[in-house]
């Protein structure tokens, strides 16, 4: 068997530490989408259950005008709808509200999906793609050893990584990519490893600042 190469061991360090942090019932993506889950069942379609759909993680720093928009924009999402896959689903989101400012970045379409995918009877998760966006943009770059990804790509291929990271779904991929190789090398104290990469100061040509845009 060939020798791990340096990324491959910077990969397993970092399922390792995301997985004894997952110890921690309240970390971790799937942690994210229970809570939303549990107040679904408890409250049904609401506002409350809507806006907790766009509103966490990294959207904590979203305008809540834009946030409220997104709530009305969101009123017309068919639960009862059969979708395919997770694919789909994105693409419904999108179409509500993939035109609202701050809100119609890739991360918080993403972030937004996921949570109203897993409140569908049965709950849908991405599994064919690993969504890359911000951190988990320069992470994926890092680990598969690319120099950029093409501008208007947001998702790649699963398969791509399966061979980093064995038995790791979609979701958690991306999450690990974002935690632990958002600023495209692997940071690797287990203590100081942001949950999430947080805000992020506006740059010349970027339209905002929020990381969740």
Known sequence: MAPMTQIEKEVRAAITRYQKRKENKNFGVMAEIDAVKNLYQQKGKTDEVLRACIKGGHQWCLPNARIDEAVIALRQFDFNMKFNNFEEVYDSVKKLIGQIPNVRGWLTLYDTTRRLAYLLNPSIIPNDYVYVARGARDGAKYVLGINRINSDVFR?????????????????????????????KFKDDLNTAPVTVGCRKKKPGRKSGCCGC
């Open 156 to 184: 790649l291929p699963i398969a791509d990584f399966q061979k980093l990271f064995p038995g790791i779904s979609s979701m958690e991929i991306e999450d690990i990519l974002c935690i632990y190789f958002h600023e495209g």
